[in-house]
């Protein structure tokens, strides 16, 4: 089952929503950059201090997760069943009629 | 201060509205009114069972101790949920499709549904999570003791722990092991959790606010508090902050509860998006309070009192009782609600992974036709409980209690992150093998329990002071918290340093070097592939007795279930009744919804005990492929046809055109031999006309035009005689008269028969009798026919003054021709092409006696004769080469 090549171009909506996910995928990257930055300022801030820059940190990263989690579901329908985007989804599966 | 009553009072009442709340949950789930129960909102906060008594009590007691690294703990989780988009999603997506009940059902199906794994990653996490549950007990009991000062009057611990625990037991019992199908889910449980969830935010948050606000008189007040405190100055090891981030967010995907709420309990994609931002945000308003709540307890209360129950001690120093109470309660919480869900996902690892496949193995063939198995899974899954809980309150009674258990947390955390490189291989690396994962599991086992576990019970219990310090036989290497030599690590970064790393390689190397089993490899592509909806089959066509499945599922689901589960695949397949055709895709099918109940192993072996094979066989891996490989075929027949057909086209097309220039071909043939015939006529008719109309003719006249029409009469007889001896030519229906005769013989013949028409004779024929003296065996009428067509036509049509026709023979002894050459002015080259053409005819056509038809016909005559004629260009005047056929041998 030779599966449908994948267009070199997508449109232009397709591309943005693969760019959405690379975004989610690399946010965790962000929140242990800033998750670290503590070990780099922590001595000169003082635990007060650095401890609400974490916080800061931590807002920024959840406001952030929010957003993306918003703009990934939005075509989502109440019931769940994501709607995938993979081109190969519009090619229906040869029925295979065996297993 | 409230009185032991009044708190255990608080306490059941307490554990009452639990119970009303699951209770109602539970009836609401049922009659199918549980929108709200499957919102985002209970999946995450049912989450915050991350958040146990431990960390409710312990997270400012650490806080007090090393500042802010306490944080850690929660910021791996943040960091997990936030990048849910990578990897939780395929975990739930895995859980779902593959109906995953557990991480060891998870590990053990990925890798060839091996029992043997399963069993390992179950054993991991007794092992871990024991040691835990106790700890959630001595939570409890610690903050009984704080509201019954220690005259011992009130309550012993070990009293308290045992309570706790019979009740943890009842509630588990009566809510975990209501449905055997873990992918039904626990509604009752999962909402309570959510409440307790709810409880215990109120409660930390209640404490702050009070701290903050009541006791130090506000958040700026608060900083400098810090500022004043003994954790004022920033003191956290750079290794420890990474190697706890690492370690809580390796552990909040392999603590078989977390696993449970994550994977097993989410009824939804979604809701994992919600969670992805309302969880951390969870997380960050738990740990909001903690440094206030530590720094304020550290300032108002006497030295030497446990920070670990500042939670307690601070309101109840401040007089205020019912806050301390909620504060008990949001602790209570913390601690049921951890032991509640590691109970239901242990005692279901449990039974799944050790007691079904022992029972299987002991009841060997005939387990599939014995008993009801529902009553065996439910049972063995509350003896599991039983025995967890059990095995937490014994731990506890004799571990002692006390600062030694307090570290097991983040012991507990290390061993079961030796999970987590089988579980990251399963969902994203195809190549990880059954082997490998073994090999990485035992080793990070081993180094773990080496190195962190067996030391974390304190030297000189366990391991002896001099194995500690000098290592076992005095091997300075092996030393548990400093191998290989001693660089001075923290001992947790070490032990999670090396187990991890020992791990990791064996899984790499354990991998590389094994070769998969045929359904390790099926399953591999399946995990790793699950969002690109690959489908891969687990099983084959084989001869099975559809009863037997349907006897064996109505043991495992009730015969109810079963029977509609059957029922509808007959439908689906249709056929009448509660016995479809055992296809692959019904067993596979049936598979996955058994392993729902009893986990991915075991509904494989049970299967397997009556479809007959264990595995999938290289054989019928083959015959997929061939499936496969027929699809491809088959689509490539298309394509060939498709150019087929367009090559056909093409055809069609050329022979249309063919048609056409036929058509027209014919039309002008119509229109020559119409004319021709005309000529003829038109005279014929207009001299019978005057000789029938006109009264006196002279005698000479009448002869004239009787002539006239005689001879038209002749002409047209003739044309019509050619037109069908070509006819008959062309047809190939002429029959010949062989025989054997010379060639001087047939061209004496030809000569006279042409000299009869001469009149005067002009024509002076050259020949060399002596080369004429050849025998041939040919039809001789129609050989003469040709000589005497071609002999005509020079004396027609032959120009010259004194015209003369030469007549060769040429000749190798088998091969003869005839050459015939006038000396006239010959045959234009563009015309030698049509010259053999029907009603060709060049130039004038007064001096044509035929229709054009002769030289047509010479050319059919020798065509079935064998031989050919051809015009013969370059000899002075037209000439004409009859080829006689090859002479046979018999006849010389």
């Known amino acids: 089952m030779s599966r449908a090549p994948e267009p070199l171009f997508l449109a232009r909506r397709t591309y943005r929503r693969r760019r959405l996910m690379d975004a989610a995928r690399l946010l965790p990257v962000l929140g242990l950059f800033i998750f670290l930055l503590p070990l780099v300022w922590g001595e000169a801030l003082g635990t007060a201090r650095a401890g609400l820059a974490l916080v800061a940190a931590w807002v920024f990263l959840i406001v952030l997760a929010g957003a993306l989690a918003r703009a990934l579901t939005l075509g989502w329908s109440d019931e769940g069943a994501p709607q995938r985007d993979a081109p190969a989804a519009a090619v229906p599966p040869p029925d295979k009629g065996g297993f | ?892």
Not at chain 2, 35 to 53: D, E, H, K, N
Not at chain 2, 56 to 77: D, H, K, M, N, Q
Not at chain 2, 719 to 728: F, G, I, P, R, T
Not at chain 2, 811 to 822: A, H, L, N, T
């Open chain 2, 1 to 892: 201060m409230l009185s032991i009553n009044v708190l255990v009072a608080v306490c059941l009442g307490y554990v009452g509205f639990l119970f009303l709340i699951a209770f109602v949950a539970e009836k609401r789930a049922a009659a199918g009114r549980s929108a709200w129960l499957r919102s985002p909102w209970v999946y995450t906060l049912s989450l915050s069972i991350y958040c146990t008594g431990w960390t409710f009590y312990g997270a400012v007691g650490f806080a007090a101790r090393s500042g802010l690294e306490f944080v850690t703990i929660y910021l791996g989780p943040t960091l997990v949920m936030v990048g849910w988009w990578a990897l939780l999603r395929k975990l739930v997506q895995v859980g779902r499709r593959q109906r995953i009940t557990s991480i060891a059902d998870l590990i053990s199906s990925r890798y060839g549904k091996s029992a043997f794994l399963g069993g390992l990653v179950t054993l991991l996490a007794v092992v871990g999570t024991t040691p835990y549950i106790a700890l959630q007990l001595q939570s409890v009991t610690l903050s009984v003791a704080v509201f019954s000062p220690g005259d011992g009057a009130g309550a012993r611990p070990e009293s308290v722990a045992f309570w706790v625990a019979a009740g943890l037991v009842v509630f588990t019992i009566l809510f975990g092991t209501r449905n055997l199908d873990v992918n039904e889910r626990h509604d009752g449980v999962v909402t309570a959790i959510a409440v307790e969830a709810v409880v215990k935010l109120i409660a930390l948050v209640a404490v702050g606010a009070f701290v903050v606000w009541g006791v130090a008189g506000g958040a700026g007040a608060v900083v400098e508090l810090i500022d004043g405190s003994p954790i004022a100055a920033w003191e956290v090891a750079p290794d420890r902050w990474i190697t706890l981030t690492f370690l809580a967010a390796a552990a909040f995907l392999t603590l078989p509860r977390m696993f449970h709420v994550l994977v097993v309990e989410n009824s939804d994609e979604s809701h994992l998006a919600t969670a992805s931002w309302a969880f951390p945000a969870y997380l960050l308003l738990i740990s909001l309070f903690v440094v206030p709540i530590a720094v304020v307890g550290l300032a108002t209360m006497p030295l030497g009192a446990n920070p670990d129950l500042f939670v307690l001690t601070v309101p109840l120093a401040f007089d205020r009782e019912w806050l301390a109470m909620l504060s008990f309660i949001g602790g209570f919480s913390s601690a049921t609600s951890m032991v509640i869900v590691a109970a239901i996902a242990l005692s279901t690892m449990v039974s799944n992974h050790v007691v079904l496949p022992i029972w299987l193995s002991l009841r060997g063939q005939t387990a599939t036709m014995s008993g009801d198995v529902r009553y065996v899974v439910l049972l063995s899954r509350r003896i599991s409980i039983l025995g967890v809980l059990g095995l937490g309150y014994l731990y506890y009674v004799y571990s002692g209690g006390g600062a030694a258990l307090a570290a097991i947390g983040l012991v507990s955390f290390a061993g079961l992150a030796q999970a987590l490189p089988a579980l990251l291989g399963a969902v994203f690396w195809r190549g990880a093998t059954r082997v490998g994962a073994a090999a990485g599991l035992i080793m990070g086992l081993l180094v773990w329990g080496y190195t962190l576990f067996l030391p974390s019970f304190g030297s000189g219990t366990i391991f002896s002071e001099t194995l500690m310090t000098e290592g076992p036989w005095g091997i300075a290497a092996l030393r548990p918290q400093a191998l290989l030599f001693d660089a001075g690590m923290d001992p947790l970064v070490h032990a999670v340093f090396w187990s991890l790393s020992l791990n990791m390689l064996a899984f790499l190397v354990g991998s590389l070097l094994s070769f998969p089993t045929p359904l390790e490899r099926l399953q591999g592509a399946d995990f790793v592939g699950v969002d690109r909806a690959v489908t891969s089959p687990g099983f084959v066509a084989r001869p099975v007795s559809t009863e037997d499945l349907l006897l064996m599922s109505q043991r495992l689901l009730g015969p109810a279930e079963a029977q509609s589960l059957f029922g509808a695949e007959a439908a689906r397949q249709g056929i009448v009744g509660y016995l479809p055709d055992p296809t692959p895709a019904f067993l596979e099918r049936l598979e996955k919804r058994l392993a729902g109940s009893v986990g991915g192993a075991t509904a494989h072996a049970m299967l397997a005990q009556i479809t007959g094979g264990t595995q999938v066989s290289v054989e019928d891996l083959m015959r997929v492929a061939d499936e496969a490989a027929q699809i491809m075929e088959y689509s490539s027949q298309l394509e060939a046809k498709s150019t087929e057909l367009t090559r056909t086209a093409v055809q069609l097309r050329e022979a249309n055109d063919k048609l056409k220039a036929l058509s027209i071909q014919k039309d002008a043939f119509l229109a020559q031999i119409s004319h021709e015939l005309r000529t003829p006529m038109t005279s014929i008719r207009a001299f019978s006309e005057i000789l029938k109309d006109a009264e006196s003719i002279a005698a000479g006249d009448r002869q004239k035009y009787s002539a006239i029409i005689h001879d038209e009469s002749l002409r047209l007889t003739r044309l019509l005689d050619d037109l069908l001896d070509l006819n008959v030519l062309e047809n190939g229906q002429v029959s010949l008269n062989i025989q054997s005769t010379t060639l001087g013989g047939v061209l004496d013949r030809a000569i006279r028969a042409a000299d009869g028409q001469d009149e005067p004779r002009r024509l002076r024929i050259r020949r060399t009798r002596a080369d004429e003296n050849i025998e041939i065996v040919t039809d001789p009428d129609r050989l003469s026919q040709v000589f005497i067509n071609i002999i005509a036509n020079a004396r027609k049509y032959c120009r010259s003054e004194r015209p003369e026709l030469t007549i060769r023979v040429l000749g190798d002894g088998d091969r003869f021709s005839v050459d015939f050459i006038d000396n006239g002015d010959g045959i234009p080259q563009r015309s030698q092409a049509l010259i053999f053409e029907k009603f060709a005819r060049l130039g004038d056509h007064s001096r044509a006696g035929g229709a054009g038809l002769g030289l047509a016909i010479c050319r059919e005559i020798m065509a079935k004769l064998g031989g050919a004629i051809d015009y013969l260009p370059g000899q002075g005047g037209a000439a004409f080469r009859v080829t006689l056929p090859p002479r046979r041998a018999q006849a010389a």
